[in-house]
């Protein structure tokens, strides 16, 4: 027996548990892998919910998950003990065990810790899509929304090495790792159109949206072109004036994204903020700082 995530009924967290599961047993083309660290993404509590059960329908009783990093084995291509990065298609990463198809997997570069490779996947493959997806050139500016979160602290490096100057929006206790970074740091809230034009009076080529909640409205009314501007959060505002929604459910970036990541990481080219580490049976309140929205970087769990 193994220990997993688990929940009956779409519902907050107060359906989550841990259980007592069968040892999982791999079929062709699987590895049978054993999780050190797990990401907790807003994705997940979406899917839990049922909000996006048209997308995602769900059979319960429902594992929850997808960022995993694990020690590995059962394919030619890894042996016993081989220390990977991956993702789970099957919502089942935040677990003691998991299956995984083996082209989800890439090997752990060393010096990347397990909570870092654990909580790359998801943010990491969105912030690739979103920068990539607007075409930034050198010299561009871009405004990215909730600029120190899970996404957002990803997106923000990847667009600067792309050459664009970057205005972060993020909560002033955030500014200084922005600064850091190269990002010009912006407060959210009353009066921020006024602070983007300020920072930037040549104006706004493209927008990047990781948190929702009218940043895509901001973006037309700042100029952007709707072709340059890209929401991870905002679903109904994407449908509603045409921005774009990359990297999208059905084509997300696969392990040789994952791969460029975490290269990226290992030659310190890139930082993976970690807000917090949960052992797996703290499932319930890793997900409950996650719903506040204010995590500088990723929450992770430790089995």
């Known amino acids: 027996m193994t220990k997993a995530v688990r929940y009956d009924e779409f519902g907050g967290i107060e359906v989550l548990r841990v259980d007592e599961v069968d040892r999982p047993v791999p079929e062709s083309g699987q590895v ?8 907790v993404n807003p994705g997940e509590a979406a899917i839990r919910t049922g909000a996006m059960a048209e997308i995602f329908p769900s059979i319960f009783p429902s594992g929850q998950g997808s960022d995993l990093a694990e020690v590995g084995a059962g394919v030619d291509r890894f042996v016993v003990g081989d220390e990977v990065i991956g993702f789970s298609e099957r919502r089942a990463a935040q677990a003691e065990l998991v299956l995984v198809d083996v082209d989800n997997l890439t090997p752990k570069p060393d010096g990347i810790s397990w909570e870092v490779a654990g909580g790359l996947y998801v943010a990491g493959v969105t912030a690739w899509g979103a920068v990539h997806s607007i075409q930034l050139d050198i010299g561009e500016t871009v405004v990215i929304s909730a600029a120190a979160g899970g996404v957002g602290s990803l997106a923000v490096q990847l667009a600067r090495r792309a050459g664009a100057t970057v205005i972060g929006l993020a909560s002033e206790h955030n500014h200084e790792w922005l600064q850091t970074h190269g990002v010009i740091p912006v407060a959210y809230g009353d009066g921020v159109t006024d602070r ?3 920072a930037a009076p040549s104006g706004i080529d493209a927008f990047i949206d990781t948190y929702g909640g009218g940043y ?3 973006a037309l009314a700042l100029g952007v072109a709707v072709e340059r501007i890209d929401t991870i959060a905002d679903f109904a505002a994407a449908a509603r004036y045409g921005v774009k929604t990359e990297p999208g459910t059905n084509a997300r970036p696969g392990a040789e994204v994952l791969a460029e990541l975490a290269a990226l990481i290992a030659d310190g080219h890139l ?14 309140q890793a997900y409950t700082e996650l719903a506040r929205r204010h995590t500088h970087g990723k929450i992770v769990l430790r089995p």
């Open 32 to 39: 049978l892998v054993r999780v050190k660290a797990a990401g």
């Open 196 to 198: 983007i034009k300020a």
């Open 216 to 218: 895509v409205e901001m």
């Open 271 to 284: 930082e993976v903020p970690i807000a917090n580490v949960y052992p797996l049976t703290q499932v319930r």
